[in-house]
């Protein structure tokens, strides 16, 4: 379809850590993302894990420029850009071009509930047709838990047919096999790439032609997770798949953001790293313990977090 | 509570007219607003149906700053300020004050759902003491079909007993009496100020102590349904109600927003009103005409609207 290296493997919607007084840390953020790429993962910054609709504008531009400032690769970020204003998904988007990031994750305008598929198709169009970027790759953001606004069958064909370049995939956070299988089915032959938006369904995905996975607990399970993308034909995968899961169990059994960040505080040694933005809580300190106590009991580990 | 001047009677979340290039029009917005006061409606600009989520911060700052530019009275403004972004409502509501707004409408950040009253609170409480303006009067806006997240009478009683002076009222566009009752029940005779969503709830919400209504229909039907607060207790108010109700049915026959921009372009003869934003799309020309012809038949009219 085109010749700009694509985006694949496992990605991070990576946390963002908080000061005190609530402003976003850049030097915690770029700690992080830097040890993310050590682990194989790449950086779908400013998703919904990063809990990026709670940043501005500018406070999203501002990280994305210090990431890159950091020199990490651009080539390996597809950060959130989808906004529920126009003017803001242009202008974050086109910042994301600007600075060579590989893709962008876009989820669609949230506000208004029962949007028709025209008003989406033409939200998508007007945010590719300004940005106006050839090399331009849109990943569209399919989260109807959250954002109550699905991504259909229908609105990606349309994209598809109008923008064959720029609409390079998606991510699948629905909890559906059955919807993820239905766009694979669709559209993976013709080059669209499938996330699974958890890695619950990541030796699925790549079995039925994804391209791997968008996934809450790779920020604190990289290595292992990217271990199952790099060798999901291998024997033993079933196997992997399973540890994975026992893991990801752990953190659902808690609020999934604040626990991401509440272990990372632990084994990074770094008690900020626990602070979340409102209208999100902080974990208690009784399932702090409880979580780590879950963890240890599986000897989990972050190896090579802490030091900052 | 407090001598600061309230806020009362019918106000007007004024629709957001938008050039071809989709940006917001300065000029037709304060044509708008001028020709809504003189209606004797207020100005909850930014709201649910002024596309507000669709406008960034920047093209909201720059919209109140023409109303007030132009000589209209910001002591008759509201203007939605919540966002999801605790920044960006900070940002918006300190720029609300310092240009003397006479309240604010605040919507709860919407894109986590489920999230607890401990976070709804402290989202609020961030923004009244980052805000920090003693004049500040903060109206919570509970719309639970569209924002998903609700606003209870527990956090309201907990926002009130923290920020008695601040918290001013509520606009519950619920669509559901029974809850708008509860909140009157609880907390008007305590001088928190409680808003309809709707004029098809003014009357009974004026007969249960409340403070008037907020409604879409009041941006093409303002002059009648601000006489019925005006006469509520009149004689005949009930068939002012349901005079009102008529007109309101038609509208809700077709999606609301660009309905509403629809008949504002056709009495207002200026069909760039009929512009919205994506995600929603405008009118098809057959809905147009439907529309029109059903609102001839109740023999509505817009007087004074037409002459920009």
């Known amino acids: 379809m085109t010749d700009v290296p694509r985006i694949a493997g496992v990605l991070s919607p990576v946390v963002t850590p908080f000061g005190a007084d609530l402003a976003p840390d850049p030097e915690r953020f770029v700690h992080q993302c830097r040890w993310l790429l050590s ?20 406070e999203k531009i ?9 020199g990490l690769d651009p080539a390996r970020m ?6 529920c204003a126009l ?26 509930k ?29 989260i109807p838990p959250v954002a109550q606004v699905p991504i259909t069958l229908g609105l990606v064909e349309r994209l598809l047919a109008r923008y064959p370049a720029q609409v390079a995939g998606m991510k699948d956070s629905g909890g559906d096999w059955s919807n993820t299988k239905g766009f694979l089915d669709a559209f993976a032959k013709a080059g669209f790439d499938v996330f699974a938006g958890s890695e619950t369904f990541l030796l699925q995905n790549m079995r039925y032609g994804g391209a791997g996975c968008i996934s809450a607990t ?40 604040p626990a991401l960040k509440a272990a990372i ?10 602070t979340v933005r409102p209208p ?22 972050m190896p090579g977090l802490a030091g900052r």
Chains 1, 2 share one sequence.
Request: glycine share 10%.
């Open 218 to 257: 790779a920020n604190v399970h990289p290595e292992p997770i990217a271990r199952l993308y790099d060798t999901w034909r291998a024997e033993g995968a079933d196997a992997q798949q399973a540890r994975l899961d026992v893991i990801r169990g752990v953190f659902q059994r808690f609020p999934m953001i």
């Open 62 to 70: 501002e990280l994305l420029d210090r990431l890159v400032g950091a």
């Open 280 to 301: 999100l809580v902080a974990l208690t300190p009784a399932q702090s313990s409880a979580l780590i106590a879950e963890l240890d009991a599986q000897r989990f580990t």
């Open 78 to 83: 597809m950060p959130g850009t989808g906004c």
């Open 265 to 274: 505080a632990h084994h990074g040694r770094d008690a900020g790293w626990a």
């Open 39 to 58: 682990q194989n993962v790449g950086l779908a910054i400013f998703g919904t894990n990063s809990e990026a609709n709670s940043l501005s504008v500018d």
């Open 87 to 112: 003017t803001d998904s242009v202008r974050l988007t086109a910042h994301a071009m600007k600075v060579g990031c590989g893709g962008v994750l876009m989820l669609p305008p949230f506000y208004y």
């Open 114 to 142: 029962g949007v028709s598929d025209d008003g989406l198709f033409r939200s998508f169009a007007e945010v590719i047709e300004r940005v106006g970027d050839a090399r331009l790759r849109v990943y569209v953001y399919h």
